[in-house]
């Protein structure tokens, strides 16, 4: 495997923040990455779309701040997390705003584009598409994406079903390019046991909801922290794409989780029905995602007191004795 020389030296262990829709803000990221990881973030989060350009001016002056101060411990990089979907209609608009400021890292989802992996290349940027399954994971390395995050069971907001150790093992059959797993991986011994399996990093979003910095309002904290992976409800009703999602968060918004009607695949609807009703309550921001990790997250902490956990517990993983 060959790892890019992009993450060489800037990690203090090997972990990329996934980008959280509407959670995932500056102040994240900047935390994230000043601490050895990888900080992302939807371009969708920065409304009205003008922010972009902001958001990625303060990014890029802060972490260059922080690493003229602190040359032996280098920020991480920063990615960009783009929707490639028919119903982003903002794409080719935020792409050029991360062209203009040559943002070193994509993560693509709902669809692989060849044209923006090339587009990346050009300003010297890599791109990692997430995928659920083998059919998504070649068709996104036939495009040109340079990195696959693998979505396993148990992983919050949009998911799949294929367990870690599976998904891994047989991507690794045909793969040699650098891998992130994601699935329930909210403490050290679990980044540990990604390598372990053959991946390159540990994709870690739910356990981030629970920070100070997080763009998540207190209770949504607060819930993340109070539960565990029995308070996971895995359904495509919300977005049409199926997901994870905390169970009292459904019950809050007036529905039985254990009885919820299935949405079409090929409507990723969002609010009214075609009478101008109101159809479900909004994903993320009523019904709340969140993986099968929650039990490792006990309390609200700043984004770098959670990532010294996880690395302290990440360096003391390893095999007990037989």
């Not at 629970?210 to 992976?229: F, G, I, L």
Request: hydrophobic share 45%; net charge neutral; proline share 6%.
């Amino acid at each position: 495997m060959s790892m890019p020389a992009l993450f060489k030296g800037r990690l203090s262990i090997p972990v990329i923040g996934a980008p959280l829709f509407i959670i995932s803000v500056p102040d994240l990221v900047i935390a994230q990455c000043k601490a050895g990881i990888v900080g992302s973030f939807p371009a969708l989060n920065a409304r009205p779309p003008a922010l972009l350009d902001e958001w990625l001016v303060r990014i890029r002056e802060e972490l260059a701040a922080h690493d003229k101060a602190h040359p032996e411990r280098l920020s991480a990089p920063f990615a960009v997390n783009q929707i490639v979907h028919k119903s982003n209609n903002r794409l080719d608009q935020d792409m050029a705003l991360c062209e203009k400021h040559k943002v070193p890292m994509m993560i693509t989802s709902l669809g692989a584009r060849e044209e923006l992996n090339q587009a990346a290349h050009r300003w010297g940027g890599i791109v990692f598409h997430d995928v659920i399954n083998q059919k998504f994971a070649h068709k996104a390395v036939e495009k040109g994406a340079d990195g696959l995050i693998l979505v396993s069971a148990g992983a919050g907001g949009h998911a799949g079903v294929i367990s870690p150790l599976a998904f891994v093992a047989e991507t690794r059959q045909w793969f040699d390019g650098p891998i992130a797993l994601s699935g329930a991986i909210a403490n050290g011994r679990a980044i540990r046991a990604a390598r372990v399996l053959g991946a390159d990093f540990a994709y870690i979003g739910s356990a981030f909801v629970a920070t100070t910095e997080a763009n998540a309002v207190e209770a949504y904290k607060q819930m993340v922290t109070a539960s565990s992976a029995e308070d996971i409800v895995y359904s495509n009703l919300f977005t049409g794409v199926h997901g994870n999602y905390l169970k009292p968060s459904i019950v809050a918004a007036g529905m039985d989780p254990d009885n919820l009607p299935e949405s079409d695949p090929s409507k990723m609807s969002f609010g009214t029905d075609a009478s101008g009703e109101r159809a479900k309550p909004k994903a993320w921001k009523e019904i709340w995602g969140s993986g099968q990790g929650v039990g490792s997250v006990a309390k609200i902490v700043p984004a770098a007191e959670l990532i010294a956990r996880f690395k302290k517990e990440y360096d003391e993983a390893i095999d007990p004795p037989l």
